[in-house]
């Protein structure tokens, strides 16, 4: 019976820690892909959430980069020399809000010239919450909450009494 339990308990936490190992967007944050081409990003203009990551796989035949307008992050740094080709992946972790301008060396230039994009990372609080609207009727005013009032402690028994008893 116990023993019938404690399998049971074992087993959902087996499937538990399976679950999480094969689905790895429990945590909230996303991952959004933008297509390198020859030459432009796909979609040029993409819109996340704080902490999530956007991916940029090079799909083209040409070298290219993704270099932020404010240097706040660069694929490719010796960009022309050593870039990005085909089939490389880059990805960066937005953890602010704002709108991140950024471009290929290559083949464009800060500022949205040529090949570039933007990444609009929207305020924390994205949640939309629902209020429901507070009616009061007239007259209806709910009674006061008193606090409940403590349990009177019960008589201390004396121990001399209960030994003379
Ligand atoms: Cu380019």
Same mark, same amino acid.
């Given at each position: 019976m116990l023993l019938r339990r404690l399998v049971a308990l074992v087993?959902?936490?087996?499937?538990a820690?399976?679950?999480?190992?094969?689905?790895?967007? #429990? #945590?909230g944050?996303? +991952?959004a892909a933008v297509d390198i081409q020859d030459s432009r990003f796909v979609a040029a203009a993409i819109t996340i959430a704080p902490g999530d990551t956007v991916t940029w796989t090079e799909s083209g035949r040409g070298t290219h980069s993704v270099t932020a307008?404010?240097? #706040?992050?660069?694929s490719s740094p010796s960009c022309p020399g050593t870039c990005l080709g085909n089939g490389s992946v880059f990805s960066h972790t937005f953890t602010a809000a704002g709108v991140y301008h950024y471009y290929c060396h290559?083949?464009?230039g800060p500022g949205g010239q040529g090949m570039s994009g933007t990444v609009t990372v929207l305020a $924390?609080?994205? +949640? +939309?919450?629902?209020t429901a609207p507070t009616t009061t009727l007239p007259g209806t005013s709910?009674? $006061?909450?008193?606090?409940p009032t403590a349990a009177a402690a019960p008589p201390a028994v004396s121990a001399t009494a209960a030994l003379t008893g």
């Amino acid at each position: 019976m116990l023993l019938r339990r404690l399998v049971a308990l074992v087993a959902a936490g087996i499937l538990a820690t399976t679950v999480a190992m094969i689905w790895p967007v #429990s #945590s909230g944050a996303a +991952t959004a892909a933008v297509d390198i081409q020859d030459s432009r990003f796909v979609a040029a203009a993409i819109t996340i959430a704080p902490g999530d990551t956007v991916t940029w796989t090079e799909s083209g035949r040409g070298t290219h980069s993704v270099t932020a307008d404010d240097a #706040s992050f660069d694929s490719s740094p010796s960009c022309p020399g050593t870039c990005l080709g085909n089939g490389s992946v880059f990805s960066h972790t937005f953890t602010a809000a704002g709108v991140y301008h950024y471009y290929c060396h290559i083949h464009g230039g800060p500022g949205g010239q040529g090949m570039s994009g933007t990444v609009t990372v929207l305020a $924390a609080a994205t +949640t +939309t919450t629902t209020t429901a609207p507070t009616t009061t009727l007239p007259g209806t005013s709910p009674p $006061a909450t008193t606090p409940p009032t403590a349990a009177a402690a019960p008589p201390a028994v004396s121990a001399t009494a209960a030994l003379t008893g």
